[in-house]
Structures are given as structure tokens and as C-alpha cells.
């Protein structure tokens, strides 16, 4: 069985597959993948949802852009 500190940043740890990545878009939050809202993109560096730099906008959610 894996668990969460056996995975790298961007995955979740399944009980049946070992760790799983995140789809794009999406952050691992509490082992369970979470989809970046409106207005969010993920920090590909600590993959984490952060807000959008001012004078920038994201309409679509779970976007990686």
C-alpha cells in the first residue's frame, strides 16, 4: 500500500494502483485529485491552484494555462 508521502507532488495514492497523477488541471488535496476552479491555474512547481497574476484572467476551469 502507498501512501501520500510516497508519491510525488502531483499524485494521489491508490490502494489498488500504487500512486496515480492528477489529470491536467487538478491538485492533490488530502489524496483525493481537486480540479483548479474559474480564476485559478496550477502552479506547476508546488501543484497547488493559485490565483491568476493580475491583468490575467482564466475562464475555464480545471485549465493548466
Not at 507532488?9 to 500504487?18: M, R
Not at 480564476?39 to 493559485?50: L, R
Request: contains cysteine; glycine residues 8%.
Amino acid at each position: 500500500v502507498k501512501y501520500s508521502g510516497d508519491c510525488k507532488l502531483n499524485e494521489i495514492a491508490s490502494v489498488t494502483s500504487g500512486c496515480q497523477a492528477c489529470e491536467a488541471g487538478s491538485v492533490p488535496v488530502k489524496n483525493v485529485c481537486q480540479q483548479c476552479p474559474v480564476g485559478k491555474f496550477v502552479d506547476a512547481q508546488t501543484y497547488t491552484c493559485k490565483s491568476c497574476p493580475v491583468g490575467t484572467f482564466q475562464t475555464i476551469a480545471f485549465d493548466v494555462k
